[in-house]
């Protein structure tokens, strides 16, 4: 029942923001900005909401820890899907160079907008890491994600290309 009720509410909130994102994007057409505008959506991390057993966002699991990113305007073709391995961070100089202003020199952070582009393949970096406090650790890969539990001296091992949903530890 709690798992439910938790699920109601998260898909209430998702049905209310497609909405007023939706009242957005007819605006920019409304007022003909729609194709002069980048229009980027992303979050911050998931909730397992009964996935893997777990409640909330404190795992390394792919529901929780992926981020979901979408990208359209002007120069990114439509219906593209990439796996790259970027981060948030990665939004500022990408959006800087997909604008046209030059990103600054003090910016570590890599734009991955030949990736959007398909200029260049989906490896704008080998590897992600990601980490929760000091109780969980993770290294991902396109295909290979390792995490480890220091509290418990555990590790588990998953392909993500024969396993997406984590359920095999090898």
């Known amino acids: 029942d709690d798992i439910r ?3 109601a509410a998260y898909y209430a909130v998702i049905d ?3 909405a007023q994102i939706g009242r957005i994007l007819q605006k920019l057409e409304e007022t003909g900005r729609r194709d002069n505008t980048i229009i980027i959506f992303t979050s911050d991390h998931g909730l397992a909401i009964g996935s893997h057993g ?3 966002k404190q795992n390394m699991y792919e529901h929780t820890v992926g981020v979901p990113f979408i990208i359209a305007g002007k120069g990114i073709p439509k219906g593209r899907r990439s796996s790259a391995c970027i981060y948030l961070r990665d939004m500022f100089p990408t959006t800087c160079e ?3 202003v030059d990103i ?3 910016v570590t952070a890599q734009s991955f907008a030949s990736i959007l582009r398909g200029e260049k393949p989906a490896a704008a970096r080998q590897t992600a890491f ?3 406090y000091d109780r969980q650790r993770m290294i991902r890969t396109d295909r290979w994600k390792l995490i480890f539990y220091p509290h418990l001296d555990r590790y588990q091992l998953f392909d993500l290309q024969a396993d997406p949903h984590e359920l095999n530890d090898l």
Request: aromatic share 12%; proline share 6%; no cysteine.
């Open 98 to 100: 997909l604008a046209g």
């Open 104 to 106: 600054p020199a003090t």
């Open 16 to 18: 209310d923001m497609d």
């Open 5 to 7: 009720d938790q699920l």
């Open 54 to 56: 777990l409640m909330g």
């Open 130 to 132: 990601a980490y929760f």
